[in-house]
């Protein structure tokens, strides 16, 4: 039977929500715009007249089954949000636009929250450490060997194997003041009471050069390619050229009092030095020879600079502790000498790491509670405390691939913490290593 078609009536309402009579289905030249399709008009206004009728057949099947032909898989009830409404105007048709809705996202972020273990995951005995704060007896080189200096012998410690070694000191009644590797893994510094700096091939059990020129013990060491650099308590701070006869290329003169502390930037251009006198000194050191002068000499602290330590994400930006008087950290833009944030840690700071993978640092301390602190960067939120030695953390080091953090204290124990993550950035490669030291495999030291 034949549909009667059905015949539109547009409808007025007034404002004050009666309704009129319904208006003349039509005039003799005024058409009636209810019964009109205005989307069918425009599309024959504008379509192409040309197009062949194959390609119009073809697309009129295309479109036919793509909005009429129901898929398999298709639900009936939607769950998910409706489409964004049309932005073309007032008169579009909603077949006339695709609207991209419900965009792939990827799975919820959930929000957590690293625990550290409180607890030493190892405990070593270290019998005749020295309890002294201005001295440096403990690192730890890529290769996981451990250097640990005990009153006159210093020991290697194998992390991997467990296997303990004893460099054969030519003067064992002669204290060991400071200990630190050069970044080829094998050569150890090591500073005396005897003001003298030796050279030690730890491969060989051997040592191969002895370095002079201070009047008084050498409490902090530091390399820098083939430069090492000895801190005093003759309060003098000397760069020594391994390679060559006449070592002794560079002296560093501010502090008027025992040089602690010593730390190379990561690019070698500046070096940060603390004292006993409660400076903090940054040098610029890329081509330094002879007499140098600091180019910033900084005295926010009111105690003695130990703990220094420049900052693996950003350039320039140095952190330091100061002690039992001052108990506060302090980062510093060594671009130009400003403060740019500080915390009170409560109590003496020994000593100061920052994590290789995350905004991150550990410092150690002294009285009260003898802890290590984990600290994020830059909101300064303390994430953990961790307890266990029962005198000041004067010496700690990172592992290799900087997730454990070793430290020493007078309670002659060393004990290794797991602090740090790797979920921020991945260890360099063996590889990334070995091209980072080549330059020190070929070095000669006389």
């Known amino acids: 039977m034949p549909s009667t078609p059905i015949k539109p009536v547009c409808t007025n309402t007034s404002m ?88 792939k996202e990827g799975p919820p972020k959930v929000k957590t929250t690293r625990v550290i273990c409180p607890t030493a995951e190892k405990i070593l005995d270290a019998p005749d450490m020295v309890d002294d704060y201005y001295l440096n007896l403990l690192d730890w080189t890529y290769t996981d060997l451990i250097a640990v200096a005990l009153n006159t012998k210093v020991y290697l410690w194998n992390a991997t194997s467990g296997d303990v070694q004893q460099l054969q000191m030519e003067n064992d009644e002669v204290p060991i003041t400071s200990v630190n590797w050069a970044g080829d893994g094998t050569t150890l510094a090591v500073g005396t009471d005897d003001c003298t700096v030796q050279l030690w091939d730890c491969a060989r059990q051997k040592r191969v050069r002895t370095l002079r020129g201070h009047s008084a013990r050498v409490s902090c060491l530091a390399w820098n390619n083939h430069v090492v650099s000895s801190g005093s308590r003759d309060t003098m701070i000397y760069s020594h050229d391994v390679r060559v006869r006449d070592h002794k290329i560079a002296s560093l003169a501010c502090h008027t009092q025992e040089v602690c502390g010593l730390k190379y930037s990561l690019d070698g251009t500046q070096l940060a030095s603390g004292g006993n006198d409660n400076k903090l000194c940054i040098w610029d050191v890329a081509g330094a020879r002879g007499n140098v002068t600091p180019r910033f000499e900084l005295l926010s602290h009111t105690a003695a600079v130990k703990a220094l330590g420049w900052a693996p994400f950003q350039k320039n930006l140095l952190a330091s502790g100061g002690g039992t008087q001052d108990r506060t950290i302090r980062f510093w833009n060594t671009s130009t000498g400003e403060c740019v944030n500080s915390i009170d840690a409560g109590s003496q700071v020994c000593s100061l790491l920052w994590s290789r993978h995350s905004r991150e640092l550990v410092t150690s301390h002294g009285f009260t509670d003898f802890q290590l602190s984990v600290w994020k ?70």
């Not at 197009?51 to 057949?57: N, Y």
């Not at 913490?417 to 000669?444: H, M, P, T, Y």
Request: hydrophobic share 35%; charged share 30%; with cysteine.
């Open 377 to 446: 960067y830059p909101s300064l939120a303390r994430i953990a405390d961790l307890k266990g030695h029962e005198s000041r953390v004067l010496y700690t080091a990172l592992s290799p691939d900087g997730k454990m953090v070793v430290s020493a204290a007078g309670d002659e124990t060393i004990r290794f913490w797991k602090v740090f993550d790797q979920e921020a950035k991945k260890v360099s490669s063996k590889r990334d290593r070995e091209e980072a030291v080549s330059s020190l495999r070929g070095i000669n030291i006389r």
């Open 16 to 103: 004050s929500g009666g309704h009129q009579k319904d208006t003349p289905k039509a005039d003799r030249f005024i058409p009636n715009r209810c019964a009109m399709d205005l989307d069918i008009c425009n599309y024959n206004l504008v379509s192409k007249e040309n197009v062949p009728q194959e390609h119009r057949t073809e697309y009129s099947r295309n479109l036919a089954r793509q909005l009429f032909t129901a898929d398999e898989d298709a639900k009936v009830l939607a769950f998910k949000q409706k489409p964004p409404a049309p932005t073309g105007g007032a008169h579009l048709n909603a077949l006339r636009m695709l609207h991209q809705q419900n965009k």
